[in-house]
């Protein structure tokens, strides 16, 4: 088991607790039964709280303790993910029944219920941000900023407006391979630099190290797209969807696995050069896992 | 013209060009020109901008003049209230070609276009309130967590999963009427509330004041929509809409509007007596012209 898997290990059960008792929290003692049990199933959704996990490794990798609190800052990129999650599988989206083996939202509770569902949640993820104790103010804005913007008009809901654009597309294979660069980045790298980004605004690091963490999970967010379409490159042929590596081709995506690997480990290096507590072998370990 | 006419002749335009400034401030240079497109064409919905217009109200009662950071902070509810809207047209939802006379955000663009643009304009909001210039980290923080709270899970949102469940209802008047007051309440006065809070947050008012605040809001957002039905009553009734006012019947709706705009006098008695900057005159307008 690599230290990362440990770590996750430990901490998915531990995310999941919060997020199942911060429903009780947010939605009162009065609300439907039945509401709070469609936004629990929807931040329960099984999965690996990759997220989450990312913000809480920036945080261990720093020597800091992990306490509730901590863990509260990093729930709120699962409830960010989580609505997302929701709102895709719509009908008006991309009408999927199933999400990971189980029904999704839309499906077992109604399409009018699972857009309220991803309402709230996203609503949500900034009261669980407002409502940490153990950081300043100052720290609470900024994380709040991060999460909005990056998951905002300029970041994850970008990448999906960018995404059914490209469902449209042309022939244009340059272009399109420009717009699936963009797409991966905003889709799914936006959050992933997000998690990071609060992590290390949790512990208040400088603008500097702030810098680093980003360009480390920014790499991370293609790398972990890139090898995505690499798993399911012969499947995506035989179904006829055009994922970045088909339009690049095998080797290219190779080679830029290779350099998004470079990237994100010189970011690393960045940290323990600037940050004497920062260890990076957990971050390391997560790079790991790509492709293995 | 009343006092509140002549403050919303002078401050809806520039609420309206700080909306549409923003959109180009929160997408990016690089965002499609059709992205920015749909998020203008969704704020900039023909409507009275109670909300921006009610924050400034309060701003402007304590004798504070209204800069451009005072407009972002009050456009925000804007933000919320108009993805609100977004929503509720969607097919899934009300399934609404047209809102005041165009095109809906989903008939003009796809329903899955609209999604998008009600998720980007909730995450604007506190990049908004975030972004703030003239406030301390902590009025920020304070600013978050009401808007989260009051547009989220146990807010507007609560109040369209409620409203939902009447459509499916059951004979019992009784309960459902307890359910419309709290439909009313989360579905339309949260967020007037939140307006009238971020007011005072923005303005550093104690809790007290801010009690006085919220207790004027909650009455004026409650008489808004009873005053709604009220205008509908023979319209609903021919429709077989059944509103609170056919529920509990004329008399006592009328007798539930003087209650309430005793009350909203009363809180703003309170605050005349707690806070000396306080001119009671624009709130007091704002509230004549309920029925009027």
Do not use: C
């Amino acid at each position: 088991m690599t230290k990362f898997q440990e770590f996750a290990k430990e901490y998915q059960p531990r995310v999941n607790q919060d997020l199942q008792a911060e429903v009780l929290e947010q939605t009162g003692q009065q609300a439907p039964k039945v509401w709070q049990e469609m936004l629990t199933y929807a931040l329960l959704t099984p999965g690996k709280r990759l997220r989450p996990l990312l913000a809480l490794a920036v945080i261990d990798s720093f020597g800091q303790s992990i306490d509730e609190d901590a863990i509260q800052a990093a729930t709120a990129l699962e409830w960010v993910h989580a609505y997302s999650l929701v709102h895709d599988d719509l009908p008006a989206m991309d009408n999927d029944a199933y999400r990971r083996g189980q029904l999704s939202v839309h499906a077992m509770y109604g399409p009018a219920s699972a857009v309220l569902v991803g309402d709230a949640l996203q609503a949500g993820a900034f009261s669980l941000l407002a409502g940490l104790t153990e950081v300043s103010a100052e720290q609470k804005v900024a994380m709040i900023a991060t999460l909005s913007q990056k998951a905002g008009a300029n970041g994850m809901v970008l990448g999906q407006v960018l995404d059914m654009d490209n469902h449209a597309v042309n022939e244009d294979k340059v272009a399109l391979a420009a717009v699936l660069d963009q797409v991966y980045q905003k889709k799914t790298a936006d959050l992933l630099q997000a998690a990071a980004l609060i992590g290390g605004q949790y512990l208040g690091l400088n603008q500097k190290s702030l810098g680093h963490l980003a360009d480390f999970a920014g790499a991370f967010g293609l790398l972990f797209q890139i090898q995505d379409d690499l798993d399911d490159y012969d499947q995506d042929a035989a179904e006829g969807v055009v994922s970045l590596v088909h339009l690049v081709g095998l080797d290219q995506a190779q080679d830029l696995v290779m350099q998004l690997k470079i990237q994100a480990e010189t970011a690393l290096a960045g940290l323990v050069e600037s940050e004497v507590s920062f260890d990076p072998e957990l971050l390391t370990s997560i790079l790991s896992q790509i492709g293995a």
